[in-house]
Nanobody, 128 residues
């Protein structure tokens, strides 16, 4: 059984920073592509960023490009999302997800169905 757990969320003022972490138990996530998604109240869950299993390729949504950075430390079995210059519109529950199937195409795989396991999420609230 695979479990993903996010941490690092919280309340921050606009312009501030947070770093989210995604750790796993069971099968290691370090060998699999991983993504971050977020869901704001009343909105659908949306893609934020993804990273290949070796970290050689990363991709960010236009809405966070230049402010957020996804990275991973496979030795620690952890994927990170560094969030800088936070805005009130970044307020959401943030989820990490891992894809255990093969055939990951970082250029196109940004929907919920592209990933197999999900964490319970961590709340990020940005005050104005």
């Amino acid at each position: 059984q695979v479990q993903l757990v996010e941490s690092g969320g919280g309340l921050v003022q606009a312009g501030g920073s947070l770093r989210l972490s995604c750790a796993t138990s069971g099968r290691t996530v370090s060998s699999y592509p991983t993504g971050w998604f977020r869901q704001a109240p009343g909105k659908e869950r949306e893609f934020v960023a993804s990273i290949t299993r070796n970290g050689n390729y990363i991709r960010h949504a236009d809405s966070v490009k230049g402010r957020f950075t996804i990275s991973r430390d496979n030795a620690k079995n952890t994927v990170y999302l560094q969030m800088n210059s936070l805005k009130p519109e970044d307020t959401a529950v943030y989820y990490c997800a891992a894809r255990f199937r093969g055939g990951f195409d970082i250029a196109t795989m940004d929907t919920l169905s592209d990933y197999d396991y999900w964490g319970p999420g961590t709340q990020v609230t940005v005050s104005s």
